[in-house]
């Protein structure tokens, strides 16, 4: 078994960064796991935001944050982040994260065996 736990969500006005991280623990966090970021804002289905490779060394973003958003991860603190940049209102939303065994960085959700439970962010205007 495998936990996720977000940190990192807030507050923030339009323009303006945060980071979140994914910190990994219990069963040993050592197959090559692609991890992924996925939001779900108010009133709207879960939706894939960036997914990286175990190595780090491939990476996919949704079209919405691709230039904006950079996600990352340090293998040695079983930790993925996300940097998220130039921020929209519309990108209010819960932020969750994501770990896949099969290792295959990939869009959708059912690819994903665990999730966290979740951090909110807002962006105001």
């Known amino acids: 078994q495998v936990q996720l736990v977000e940190s990192g969500g807030g507050l923030v006005q339009a323009g303006g960064s945060l980071r979140l991280s994914c910190a990994a623990s219990?069963?040993?966090?050592?197959?090559?796991?692609?991890m992924a970021w996925f939001r779900q804002a108010p009133g709207k289905e879960r939706e894939f935001v960036a997914t990286i490779s175990w190595s780090g060394g491939t990476t996919y973003y949704a079209s919405s944050v691709k230039g904006r958003f950079a996600i990352s991860r340090d293998n040695a603190k079983n930790t993925v982040y996300l940097q998220m940049n130039s921020l929209k209102p519309e990108d209010t939303g819960v932020y969750y994260c994501a770990a896949d065994t099969a290792g295959r960085a990939r869009s959708s959700s059912y690819a994903y065996d665990y999730w966290g439970q979740g951090t909110q962010v807002t962006v105001s205007s």
């Open positions: 219990g069963r040993t966090f050592s197959g090559s796991y692609a």
